[in-house]
Protein backbone atom coordinates (compact mmCIF):
# COMPACT_ATOMS: atom_id res chain seq x y z
CA UNK A 1 0.00 0.00 0.00
CA UNK A 2 1.16 3.69 -0.46
CA UNK A 3 1.24 6.11 2.54
CA UNK A 4 1.21 9.67 2.84
CA UNK A 5 2.82 11.20 6.14
CA UNK A 6 1.31 14.56 5.96
CA UNK A 7 2.71 17.45 8.03
CA UNK A 8 5.44 16.97 10.27
CA UNK A 9 4.56 13.11 10.63
CA UNK A 10 7.02 12.54 8.26
CA UNK A 11 9.70 13.44 10.77
CA UNK A 12 8.42 9.49 11.86
CA UNK A 13 10.50 8.18 9.01
CA UNK A 14 13.77 7.73 9.74
CA UNK A 15 14.69 9.08 5.86
CA UNK A 16 11.74 11.82 6.16
CA UNK A 17 9.71 11.00 3.48
CA UNK A 18 6.13 11.73 2.84
CA UNK A 19 5.04 8.72 0.55
CA UNK A 20 6.07 5.31 1.38
CA UNK A 21 5.33 1.60 0.45
CA UNK A 22 4.46 0.03 3.10
CA UNK A 23 3.76 -4.36 1.96
CA UNK A 24 0.68 -6.04 3.70
CA UNK A 25 -0.12 -9.52 3.40
CA UNK A 26 -3.53 -9.23 4.69
CA UNK A 27 -5.94 -6.62 5.80
CA UNK A 28 -4.78 -5.16 9.01
CA UNK A 29 -5.83 -1.91 11.18
CA UNK A 30 -4.24 0.84 10.03
CA UNK A 31 -3.16 2.05 13.70
CA UNK A 32 -1.29 -1.27 13.53
CA UNK A 33 0.67 -0.59 9.89
CA UNK A 34 1.11 3.71 11.96
CA UNK A 35 2.39 1.61 14.77
CA UNK A 36 4.83 -0.36 12.76
CA UNK A 37 5.86 3.12 11.07
CA UNK A 38 6.70 4.51 14.68
CA UNK A 39 3.93 7.18 13.96
CA UNK A 40 1.92 7.69 17.53
CA UNK A 41 -1.76 7.36 16.41
CA UNK A 42 -2.20 10.06 18.77
CA UNK A 43 -0.80 12.64 16.28
CA UNK A 44 -2.84 11.57 13.56
CA UNK A 45 -5.86 13.62 13.02
CA UNK A 46 -7.16 13.10 9.70
CA UNK A 47 -6.91 9.52 7.87
CA UNK A 48 -7.62 9.25 4.69
CA UNK A 49 -8.20 5.60 2.79
CA UNK A 50 -8.41 5.66 -0.69
CA UNK A 51 -9.86 9.32 -1.22
CA UNK A 52 -12.45 9.18 1.96
CA UNK A 53 -12.18 9.62 5.34
CA UNK A 54 -12.12 7.20 7.56
CA UNK A 55 -12.24 6.79 11.61
CA UNK A 56 -8.32 6.26 12.24
CA UNK A 57 -9.72 3.22 15.22
CA UNK A 58 -11.51 1.80 13.31
CA UNK A 59 -10.16 1.75 10.01
CA UNK A 60 -8.67 -2.12 8.07
CA UNK A 61 -6.21 -1.48 5.20
CA UNK A 62 -4.97 -3.52 2.60
CA UNK A 63 -2.15 -4.15 0.38
CA UNK A 64 -4.03 -2.10 -2.69
CA UNK A 65 -4.78 0.75 -0.79
CA UNK A 66 -3.72 4.24 -0.37
CA UNK A 67 -3.88 5.71 2.45
CA UNK A 68 -3.19 9.63 3.99
CA UNK A 69 -3.15 10.75 7.52
CA UNK A 70 -2.47 14.57 8.68
CA UNK A 71 -1.28 15.80 11.90
CA UNK A 72 -3.82 18.43 13.89
CA UNK A 73 -3.47 22.11 12.37
CA UNK A 74 -2.91 24.49 14.67
CA UNK A 75 -2.63 28.30 14.50
CA UNK A 76 -1.84 31.18 16.98
CA UNK A 77 -3.56 34.02 18.36
CA UNK A 78 -3.43 37.63 17.64
Known sequence: MRV???GHLAWYDPHKRAWLAV???APVRLTEVLA???VPA???AVA???GAAVEL???WVRDADCVQVFPPVGGGAR
Request: charged share 15%; net charge negative; hydrophobic share 50%.
Open 4 to 6: HLG
Open 23 to 25: PVA
Open 36 to 38: RLG
Open 42 to 44: AEV
Open 48 to 50: VVN
Open 57 to 59: EQA
